[in-house]
Structures are given as structure tokens and as C-alpha cells.
């Protein structure tokens, strides 16, 4: 029995989540089970990296699993992709090391959450981002994502794993960039709390609109009792792009 | 009672085509003749510039229809749009000119197809590219796509809409881009062949494959007994782009 660390892809937009649920719902842990039970897994559940929300994509989730194998992992690899539906693909897998766990292991993760500048409705290019409208100011945008870089209390924008837990964290990019109507945001930190890259999103656009000023972000980081009152931006922006490892 | 003319925005996965058909099958004239209906329309069937296979997707597709509509015509595309699906959306909405014909008085058509270079499944890229593997020749691709510039006699590659219509077409334009792993090939014709763009990217990517010869592309031009041979290129790639009029 050896241990295997794949790395998957997902479009989010047709599973309820990641994570499997007891009833008959479509998840992304469930449906990678699913293949590998057809190659004679037959454990209890896959690690993931972390859990994924409904309509969140992947290009970078990482999973682990044990499994009797006594091929290439490459054959592993194509062996789960012909199991697969097409809107989940495994990119590599690998023997992992002794005690890897794709949560507790990992250093880094890195998000991006795209943007869509248009006054119109586009049906091509809304499954993979959040329409804003008339027009953002990115430099106000970049400002405010400059303050969030660095150790803070985001408790204002998210909640931990674990109730007591604590709501500090490492981002250590936090970088807007544009290539014609099309805006992303690529946030990196050591581990994040629930929500807070969707809150963090709908906070700088909302500076962005001019609907916030950016202090009214900034004076909610470090203060363990502030609430970000406003909304969460839609999870068809977000993709966990990469999960990094010693 | 006036004549009116639209561009339409679509994701054409979901749906069995552009043409309304007689059972359930969700179409787009479909979708936008239920809106409309929504808004008073009630008359037999909207006019488009051209019919597009099921999973074709459309960024200029154009339809005409009457309507007895009191205010302006941007007030009648946000009406369509709050009545359509996510993924059909109304672009622009202009009264047309007397005898305006979506097809009849098109000068011009524009489609792009796009193909995906990767040697691994990518589930967030795969529903408006066609994937191939391992690689292109991009110049080989370009050398015979220059071929098929001009008026010629496109029998080898589509039917035309009435069975003892002409086969010959005048291509206007045919280029092949590359951003990244992304490939793009426009094409622009007064008028096309049924699924001859798709046929012909099917011929195109083989010489780029290395599977066909330019030659054996073409040979196939202006010979009215001639066949394409080989496969067609999956809907999923391609996109009407545009449709010109005077």
C-alpha cells in the first residue's frame, strides 16, 4: 500500500463543493472517490489541501490517498482521467513522502479571484468571474491590497477552522493585475481563514466602485472584534491556483 | 409594430443548437423567443443570420424580430436580458432598417476557433477550446491556411444550405494566432458551408499534427468531386464571432 499526493483541477461551477455529503450531491471528493474506487481504492476518504465552496474552481488542489498500486504513477494518472467526468482532471500524481498530509504539510497556498470589467452580460466569460460594473479604480485597489500584506488579525473577514482557533494569518502577496477587461487578484498566505478571500475581494472592489473608502478596510484589520459588514464576493471568480510544499 | 434587429451572446454547451425544434430540446432561438414572448411578442419564429450546431458558442450571432415596443431600444435589450438564462445574454438592440434580413442581408461572416495545446486535460479551458497533443506546427498551419484565401469551390469541405445550391465561397481571411498554449484561427467569408469552418480546422490541425500533408488540404480545393476524409473538429472550439451588413 503506498501513499500518492495528486495534484487536481476542477471547474466548481456543477459540484456543491469539495467536501462529500452524506446525501446524493455532487462533490469533488465524492467524484475523485468515485474513480478511484474503480481502480480498487477502498479507504474511508481523501485528504485534501482544504475544502473548496460550491462553485469554487481548482488548478492546484492537492489530495492524497493510499492505494495498492503497482504501476507508474503517470499510468495512475491517466488510469483516474479516463475515470473522471470533464469537469475534473488529475495533472500528476506522485509517490508523497512519509507523513504527508496535504493539509497540515503545506507552507502556501495561492488564490486568484478574477474580475470582469463590462457593462453587459457575457455568457463566455461569466462562469470563470465576477462581472463588476461601470468601472473599478485599480490603483485605489492595489493601495488597499498593499495593507493587507503582512501579519494581521483577519478576523473581520473570515472565521478559523476551529471555533477557538486563531484568526491570524501571513499574506505575503496580495497583487492586483489587468489585461484589458479582464482584472485578477492573486492573494498568497501560509493557510486562510473560511471566506476571507471572497470578503477581502468584495471589500477592495467595493473601494475599487467607490462605494468604500480605503480606510474603511484597513481599520477592520487587527481589531478582533470588527465584522466586514458588506457582501462576499460570488464564487465563480475564485481558483485555488497552487498549494505549496517543502 | 416595429422591425427589430439584436446581437446575441452565447454558451452553446447546454444547448441542442441555435434552431428551434419541434420537441423539448433547449434551443437558442428557443430561449430568446420565450423572452420575448415575455415581453408581448407573439409571432412565429425570429430570424438569425445562420443556424449553429449544438455546442457552438456565439459572441455576434444577429436575429430580427416585431415587436409593438413603446420605449427606447436599450430599455427592450435590459427586458431580454432579465428574461434570459445566464448563458444566452442581448449584446445590443437597434431598430432595423426596412427589408433588414439577418441573413439575406449579411455581408459578412466571422468565426474563430480555438484550440488548446497541452498534453493534460484542463477542465477550466476545455469548454471553448478543442485540446490537442503534443504539438503544432503553427507555420505549416498558416502556409495552408493562406491557401484557401480567395473564391473557391469548397465542395471538398461542407454542403450548402439548398442541395443544388453553389458550393463555391469567397474566403476573405484566415489567420492562426498563438497566445501561450491558446491557438486562435479566424475566418472570415461572405458565406460558409455547412460545418465547413469546423472541417477545415479538422484538415489544418492534421497538417499541424504532422498526420496530413499541405498538399493533401490543397488538392481538395476547387475540385467539386472531392471529400475531406477526415474527422471534424469538435463544436466546443468555435464561436460566431460577427456578422457584417452594410
Not at 469554487?56 to 503497482?70: I, K, P, S, T, Y
Request: charged share 25%; net charge negative.
Amino acid at each position: 500500500m503506498g501513499l500518492y499526493k495528486s495534484i487536481i483541477a476542477y471547474d466548481g461551477t456543477d459540484f456543491v463543493g469539495y467536501q462529500r455529503q452524506a446525501d446524493e450531491h455532487r462533490t469533488v471528493q465524492g467524484t475523485i472517490e468515485q474513480a478511484l474506487g474503480k481502480l480498487g481504492w477502498s479507504g474511508n476518504a481523501i485528504i485534501a489541501s482544504g475544502r473548496t465552496d460550491a462553485g469554487v474552481h481548482a488548478r492546484g488542489q492537492v489530495v492524497a490517498f493510499e492505494l495498492e498500486w503497482a504501476q507508474e504513477s503517470d499510468v495512475l494518472t491517466r488510469a483516474l482521467n479516463a475515470n473522471l467526468p470533464r469537469d475534473v482532471a488529475v495533472w500528476d500524481t506522485q509517490p508523497a513522502p512519509d507523513g504527508f498530509h496535504p493539509r497540515f504539510s503545506a507552507r502556501q497556498r495561492h488564490y486568484r479571484y478574477t474580475l470582469l470589467v463590462s457593462s453587459h452580460r457575457d455568457p463566455l466569460r461569466e462562469r470563470y468571474a465576477w462581472r463588476v460594473t461601470p468601472t473599478v479604480d485599480l490603483q485605489a485597489m492595489q493601495a488597499t491590497a498593499d495593507s493587507l500584506v503582512g501579519r494581521h488579525d483577519f478576523a473581520a473577514f473570515g472565521r478559523p477552522p476551529k471555533p477557538e482557533g486563531t484568526t491570524v494569518r501571513n499574506v505575503l502577496r496580495a497583487q492586483w493585475d489587468q489585461v484589458g477587461e479582464r482584472l485578477s487578484f492573486d492573494i498568497e498566505a501560509e493557510a486562510f481563514l473560511y471566506h476571507m478571500v471572497r470578503r477581502l475581494v468584495a471589500a477592495l472592489v467595493a473601494v475599487g466602485l467607490g462605494h468604500s473608502r480605503p480606510e474603511s478596510v484597513t481599520v477592520l484589520l487587527d481589531d478582533p472584534d470588527a465584522r466586514w459588514q458588506g457582501a462576499i464576493a460570488p464564487a465563480c471568480g475564485l481558483c485555488l491556483e497552487a498549494v505549496i510544499y517543502d
